[in-house]
């Protein structure tokens, strides 16, 4: 069975350049969680999502950035005119349900994202 | 709002110790707990998951026991090994709120 994927595992963007990071979490699992890890600090929650809802975005800057899980395909974390403190790695976890019941957070192996 | 808390931020110890990881974190009306553990310019592995209504899991080497009123955690390593240098994190989630909560995380070297 896959864990979660996401692609790409490493990505380079100028400044002003947009980023589409791609997420898709276990087979049979309905939750998407973004987190990002900034240089030398720890993990924080971004947003929230479950297949074509966004539950809780309180963590996701209120400016360029967006998320989405639509009904087919990968949940999507879009940056747009990325900027260098956008470097980082972005987490996607998944959990097979949600409240009132959160269960485990699978997390995928991240992407990288070095803003030049 | 929820304060995670891991202290010491790094440990060394020689091969074959046992040694013990602490969390604390501020608000204890946590659903659960989890340990994980990351390796450099890696993602997360999870090591342990504790109900709020457990009070202590074990998996191989690794115990890990919950105080939801005092609003600790540890993560007890036996006979560690060299493989087991990572940083490890451990992170709650709170009800009604499904995200987690993370440390900062312990950068545990274990010297052969």
């Known amino acids: 069975n896959a864990g979660v994927m996401q692609n790409p595992r490493h990505l380079v963007r100028r400044r002003g350049q947009e980023a589409r990071l791609r997420c898709s979490p276990v087979?049979?699992?309905?939750?998407v969680y973004w987190y990002r890890q900034l240089p030398e600090e720890g993990l924080k929650f971004m947003v929230y999502?479950?297949?074509?809802?966004?539950?809780?975005e309180s963590g996701m800057p209120k400016e360029r950035f967006s998320a989405e899980f639509p009904k087919e395909g990968p949940s999507i974390l879009r940056i747009q005119q990325v900027v260098r403190g956008d470097s980082a790695a972005y987490f996607c976890?998944?959990?097979?349900?949600?409240?009132?019941?959160?269960?485990?957070?699978?997390f995928g192996p991240g992407t990288r994202l070095t803003v030049t | 709002k929820q304060e995670v808390t891991q202290i010491p931020a790094a440990l060394s110890v020689p091969e074959g110790e046992n040694l013990v990881l602490n969390c604390s974190f501020t608000?204890?009306?946590?659903?659960?707990l989890q340990w994980f553990r990351q390796d450099p310019g890696k993602g997360l592995t999870s090591l342990l998951l504790?109900?709020?209504?457990?009070r202590e899991q074990t998996s191989g080497r690794l115990n890990a026991s919950l105080d939801k009123s005092s609003g600790r955690s540890t993560l007890y390593i036996a006979a560690s090994q060299p493989g087991d240098s990572a940083t490890y994190l451990c992170?709650?989630?709170?009800?009604?709120?499904?995200?987690?909560?993370f440390g900062t995380g312990t950068r545990l070297t274990i010297i052969p």
């Open positions: 976890a998944s959990s097979p349900a949600g409240p009132p019941f959160p269960y485990e957070q699978y």
């Open positions: 087979k049979g699992h309905s939750h």
């Open positions: 999502l479950q297949k074509e809802n966004i539950i809780d």
């Open positions: 608000d204890s009306a946590i659903y659960n």
């Open positions: 504790i109900q709020s209504s457990q």
């Open positions: 992170a709650v989630t709170n009800f009604g709120n499904e995200k987690l909560t």
